[in-house]
């Protein structure tokens, strides 16, 4: 199957798009701008928010899936810069819903956990009412609007907390400040499912057959707060001289009001007797790994 794959140089294409070729499929990559390197793939420079481009795009390529990952993922950039988180995450996904629309082909979209408020003290499932509390969260929900009232062939795919070799994510960063910091507060009362990329493609490519469309949450099994995570990627890199103080995400200096309890529920899989996603703590493991080789060949 030819497969689309937007914000195909992100944290996530760079892992999806190779899965995708190992799978037999053929994936078109697209981004904004075109990765450079003599090494790289073939890569369409695609601007998601401008429809006649997107068009185009698909008019040259015939893509027979579409898997929309692009977005303006920045939160606190998002409160500070709305006009921009809604021209890339609702137009830029209004613009791909259509094209995929005209063309007839689904789309799999990369929504969040951040279209909840985490007020419910369970995992939220896909049949729970949405209520963004930032810009981020009602940008991306907009698009989840978009999707599910322009193109009837189509997976909204929820996820969270991303953990990617090819991307700064919340561990990198950890384990970047290690190397010179002794100590580091770490947000306590903000809870969710840290989930891999890898993991995350796997099973958006075992979901490209499927017809049965709708609404998906997709993250490894388990929870944990921000601080847990940080304790348990320092520990499993042997890092111990780094002392972690929990503080209320209260006292985290962010313009951003975030869901505090946000896990997600597989219910959508699990109903299909498809929800085998690993424990988070297996995926963490296997995520430093890989992040460990990459560093060492690099």
Not at 2 to 16: C, F, P, R, Y
Not at 30 to 38: F, H, I, L
Not at 62 to 88: F, M, N, Q, W
Not at 138 to 156: D, N, P, T, W, Y
């Given at each position: ?146 999707v599910a009232r322009l193109c009837r062939k189509h997976f ?143």
């Amino acid at each position: 199957m030819k497969v689309l794959v937007t914000g195909a140089n992100g944290m996530l294409g760079q892992d999806l798009c190779p899965m995708l070729e190992e799978a037999g499929h053929t994936p078109v990559r697209t981004d904004v701008g075109v990765k450079e390197g003599a090494a790289a793939p073939a890569w369409e420079a695609m601007d998601i928010t401008s429809p006649q481009v997107v068009r185009e795009v698909f008019e040259r390529t015939r893509p027979e899936a579409v898997i929309h990952a692009a977005a303006y993922t920045d939160v606190d950039g998002c409160e500070r810069s709305p006009d921009l988180a809604y021209k890339i995450n609702a137009m830029g996904t209004w613009s791909m819903a259509a094209a995929c629309a005209e063309f007839d082909v689904p789309i799999y979209y990369i929504s969040t956990d951040f279209v909840f408020d985490g007020e419910k003290s369970e995992p939220y499932t896909e049949f729970d009412a949405v209520n963004p509390l930032s810009h981020y969260g009602a940008s991306k929900l907009a698009g989840e609007q978009m999707v599910a009232r322009l193109c009837r062939k189509h997976f909204i795919v929820r996820t969270q907390w991303l953990n990617g070799v090819h991307g700064r994510s919340f561990v990198s960063i950890m384990l970047e400040l290690a190397r010179t910091r002794s100590e580091w507060k770490v947000v306590v009362d903000q809870i969710g499912s840290p989930t891999f990329t890898r993991d995350l493609s796997a099973m958006l490519i075992r979901l490209l057959p499927s017809r049965l469309y709708g609404t998906y949450h997709v993250s490894n099994r388990g929870a944990c707060s921000w601080h847990e995570l940080a304790a348990a990627a320092l520990q499993m890199s042997g890092i111990t001289h780094i002392t972690l103080h929990p503080i209320p995400a209260s006292q985290w200096p962010s313009p951003t009001r975030r869901p505090a309890h946000s896990v997600l529920r597989r219910y959508a899989l699990e109903l299909q007797g498809m929800d085998d996603m690993r424990p988070w703590q297996e995926a963490l493991q296997d995520f430093l790994q890989q992040q460990k080789t990459l560093t060492a060949n690099l």
